[in-house]
């Protein structure tokens, strides 16, 4: 009894240490607490969003990812193609998503001196109730954006505790 006792809890033991499960290949391991807590408290100051992402390149990364999201599970997705590209404009987007009833914005960010936080941009999606317009979208977009940026010191204080 005592050794068919003492194999459950060694093998009960043994599954809380086990090693995470692998990341999905378009994921990569991020750890950013500063920007995660920025990003939660800018979603909860604002209701006239449906969601809100920090994307940029990780530290010792090749890859542009989701480094912070009012979804957790986002965190260390890689950006898609199409982002990217919309990047690549440099300048604030907002595309009328029909189907969704929502404008879908990117919108470039740096820290608060204007720096480079390595292919920064947030995203977020506007309810077509909360904007008439692209126009009345991308307005909320940039508040919300510049408020962000106000509090980012660094590329290097988004990935503190």
């Known amino acids: 009894m005592f050794a068919a006792h003492s194999i459950a809890v060694i093998a009960l033991l043994g599954g809380m240490f086990q090693q995470p499960s692998p990341l999905p290949a378009n994921y990569i391991h991020v750890d950013a607490p500063a920007a995660a807590r920025l990003i939660a408290e800018e979603k909860a100051k ?7 992402g920090l994307h940029a390149v990780p530290p010792a990364a090749t890859d542009n990812v989701i480094i912070a999201s009012d979804t957790p599970s986002k965190v260390g997705k890689k950006s898609s193609p199409g982002d990217l590209e919309k990047l690549a404009q440099h300048k604030a987007i907002a595309v009328r998503i ?8 990117l ?18 999606e506007v309810p077509f109730d909360k904007a008439a317009s692209e126009a009345d979208a991308l307005k909320i977009g ?19 505790p």
Do not use: C, N, W
């Not at 029909?98 to 914005?105: A, F, H, S, V």
């Not at 940026?149 to 503190?160: C, G, V």
């Open 142 to 160: 940039v508040q919300i954006r510049d408020e962000i940026q106000a509090q980012i010191k660094s590329k290097d204080a988004l990935y503190q």
């Open 107 to 124: 919108l470039p960010i740096t820290d608060v001196h204007g720096g480079d936080i390595d292919g920064g941009f947030v995203v977020m």
């Open 46 to 52: 604002h209701s006239e969003i449906k969601k809100l």
């Open 98 to 105: 029909e189907k969704e009833g929502i404008y879908d914005l």
